[in-house]
C-alpha cells in the first residue's frame, strides 16, 4: 500500500472568509457590523491557529473584485484595515507574530500602504505563526504579474524563454518564500474558489464550511485540520 504523503497537521492553512454580510443581514443589522465582527473571528482564529503547529495562516481579506463593491462599503472596508493595522501590531509582536501581506499595494491608499510596510517590518524578526492578509489581492492578477515580469528579463536579455519553468514563475508570485498553503477552507457554505491562490493551491485540500465567517473559532478550524487528516494526498502519484 503507498504511504500517505502527509502529515498530522498542515504547515499552511489559508482560508476563504466568507458570510460577513450574510451574518449581518441575518440580524438586520448592516454590512459593516458583519466585518467588525469578522475581525473578532480573526483574532480567535489566529490564536487557536498559534496552538495547531500551523506555520503559516494566510485569510483572503479583500480581493481584487472587491474594489467594485459600493463605495460606502469600501470606505469602511479600508477604516477597518486601517483600525486593524493600528490596534493589532502590539499583540502581533507581543504574540511573537510574524505578519506578511499579499496582493496589489497600488490600488491602496498610501497611508495604509505605508502602515503595512511598518507593520511587516516590525515583525519580520518574529519566529511564530506567520499571518499572511491577502489584500487588493486575485490570483489571476497574481499570475499576470509574475508573467510581466518574466517578459520583461526575457526582453533583457537576463533570461532565456526556455528557461522559464515553475520555479521561475513561483519566484514573481507575491507567496515567494512561503509553503504551498496544504489545505484552503471556505467559510459560509459556498464552493468556489473565488480567484484564490490559484497556482500555490494546486494540490491544497479543500474543506469547505458552512459556518459564517463572523461565527468562526477553535472549534471550526480543528474541525477543519480534522477532516484534513483523513485524506491521503496523492500528488497526482
Known amino acids: 500500500m503507498q504511504a500517505k504523503a502527509k502529515s498530522?497537521?498542515?504547515?499552511?492553512?489559508?482560508?476563504?472568509?466568507?458570510?460577513?454580510?450574510?451574518?449581518?443581514?441575518?440580524?438586520?443589522?448592516?454590512?459593516?457590523?458583519?466585518?467588525?465582527?469578522?475581525?473578532?473571528a480573526?483574532?480567535?482564529?489566529?490564536?487557536?491557529?498559534?496552538?495547531?503547529?500551523?506555520?503559516?495562516?494566510?485569510l483572503y481579506s479583500f480581493s481584487a473584485e472587491n474594489w467594485q463593491r459600493p463605495a460606502g462599503e469600501v470606505h469602511e472596508l479600508m477604516g477597518l484595515l486601517r483600525f486593524y493595522l493600528k490596534t493589532e501590531?502590539?499583540?502581533?509582536?507581543?504574540?511573537?507574530?510574524?505578519?506578511?501581506?499579499?496582493?496589489?499595494?497600488?490600488?491602496?491608499?498610501?497611508?495604509?500602504?505605508?502602515?503595512?510596510?511598518?507593520?511587516?517590518?516590525?515583525?519580520?524578526?518574529?519566529?511564530?505563526?506567520t499571518l499572511v492578509l491577502a489584500l487588493s489581492y486575485g490570483?489571476?492578477?497574481?499570475?499576470?504579474?509574475?508573467?510581466?515580469?518574466?517578459?520583461?528579463?526575457?526582453?533583457?536579455?537576463?533570461?532565456t524563454a526556455e528557461a522559464v519553468d515553475e520555479k521561475q514563475i513561483?519566484?514573481?508570485?507575491y507567496t515567494h518564500g512561503m509553503p504551498d498553503p496544504d489545505v484552503v477552507i471556505r467559510t459560509s457554505g459556498e464552493k468556489r474558489t473565488?480567484?484564490?491562490?490559484l497556482w500555490q493551491s494546486a494540490y491544497a485540500e479543500y474543506v469547505f464550511q458552512d459556518v459564517l465567517w463572523p461565527d468562526y473559532g477553535q472549534a471550526h478550524l480543528a474541525a477543519a485540520l480534522e477532516d484534513f487528516t483523513?485524506?491521503?494526498r496523492r500528488f497526482g502519484k
Open 230 to 232: 483523513k485524506r491521503e
Open 139 to 159: 490570483g489571476r492578477q497574481e499570475i499576470a504579474a509574475a508573467v510581466r515580469a518574466l517578459a520583461r528579463k526575457v526582453e533583457a536579455g537576463m533570461l
Open 194 to 197: 473565488s480567484n484564490f491562490l
Open 42 to 58: 480573526l483574532r480567535r482564529t489566529l490564536e487557536a491557529a498559534q496552538g495547531m503547529a500551523i506555520s503559516h495562516l494566510t
Open 8 to 40: 498530522d497537521r498542515p504547515l499552511h492553512v489559508a482560508i476563504i472568509m466568507d458570510g460577513n454580510g450574510r451574518w449581518a443581514a441575518a440580524r438586520g443589522l448592516p454590512r459593516t457590523m458583519g466585518h467588525k465582527a469578522g475581525i473578532d
Open 170 to 173: 513561483a519566484a514573481q508570485l
Open 89 to 129: 501590531l502590539k499583540s502581533l509582536c507581543e504574540n511573537n507574530v510574524r505578519l506578511r501581506v499579499i496582493g496589489d499595494r497600488g490600488y491602496l491608499a498610501d497611508d495604509i500602504a505605508t502602515m503595512i510596510v511598518q507593520a511587516e517590518n516590525k515583525t519580520a524578526n518574529n519566529t511564530g505563526i
